[in-house]
């Protein structure tokens, strides 16, 4: 019997020998593949974010977007209750095509990175998910609940590392273009993944 460690895929091997004497051999896999597992988080979770952006964007039709934006800036920004408009675009966008990314596999970790930064930026702008006291109560920061902004923006983070599996990138081998050890064509694998 063989195997390997937690985390990779497994494999038994098992010799019997049968009626004629002969030895047959059968191999059985087992455990779980983790850049499987971290694809189609990278789908599922890109997916969940394309879905927000839509979201937004119905928002934004309905003219909502204002009530939304000025509703979640607890900390009464006044840039961000000026320019409501423009940060409701920003993260319709953002999710929108972070989330295409995602799940495309094109440019995963820049998407993954700025996906981060979107959910980090919401969760801290609106009250650090709902903690934030606001005079003589708990503040109510619109449509957030306490730590769903900052669980998925690290779940982002761990797609950052995740690997450039199954995707787009991956499956047109655009890494293997910029194989050299330059800063640019290692910037450029980077980039793609």
């Given amino acids: 019997?063989?195997?390997?460690?937690?985390?990779?895929?497994?494999?038994?091997?098992?010799?019997?020998?049968?009626?004629?004497?002969?030895?047959?051999?059968?191999?059985?896999?087992?455990?779980?593949?983790?850049?499987?597992v971290l694809s189609a988080a990278r789908i599922l979770f890109g997916a969940i974010f394309v879905m927000d952006g839509v979201f937004k964007w119905i928002l934004i039709q309905?003219?909502?977007?204002?009530?939304?934006?000025?509703?979640?800036?607890?900390?009464?920004?006044?840039?961000?209750?000026t320019n409501w408009y423009a940060f409701g675009l920003l993260v319709a966008l953002g999710e929108t095509f972070?989330?295409?990314?995602?799940?495309?596999?094109?440019?995963q970790r820049p998407a993954a990175m700025w996906s981060a930064a979107v959910m980090f930026s919401i969760w801290s702008l609106g009250g650090y998910g709902g903690a934030y006291m606001q005079g003589t109560g708990w503040s109510l920061t619109g449509y957030t609940d306490p730590?769903?902004?900052?669980m998925l923006a690290l779940v982002?983070?761990?797609?950052?590392?995740?690997?450039?599996?199954?995707?787009?990138?991956?499956?047109?081998?655009?890494?293997?273009?910029?194989?050299?050890?330059?800063?640019?064509?290692?910037?450029?694998?980077?980039?793609?993944?």
């Fill in 1 to 36: 019997m063989s195997g390997t460690g937690f985390g990779g895929m497994g494999q038994v091997i098992e010799k019997r020998e049968n009626a004629t004497g002969e030895v047959t051999r059968s191999e059985k896999s087992y455990g779980f593949d983790s850049v499987k």
């Fill in 62 to 81: 309905q003219g909502l977007m204002q009530g939304v934006v000025q509703g979640s800036n607890v900390f009464n920004y006044a840039t961000i209750n």
């Fill in 98 to 107: 972070g989330g295409l990314a995602l799940i495309v596999g094109l440019f």
């Fill in 147 to 150: 730590g769903g902004d900052l």
């Fill in 156 to 193: 982002f983070v761990v797609l950052v590392f995740a690997p450039a599996a199954y995707g787009l990138a991956s499956r047109a081998h655009l890494r293997e273009r910029w194989s050299s050890s330059s800063a640019k064509d290692r910037l450029l694998r980077f980039l793609v993944a």
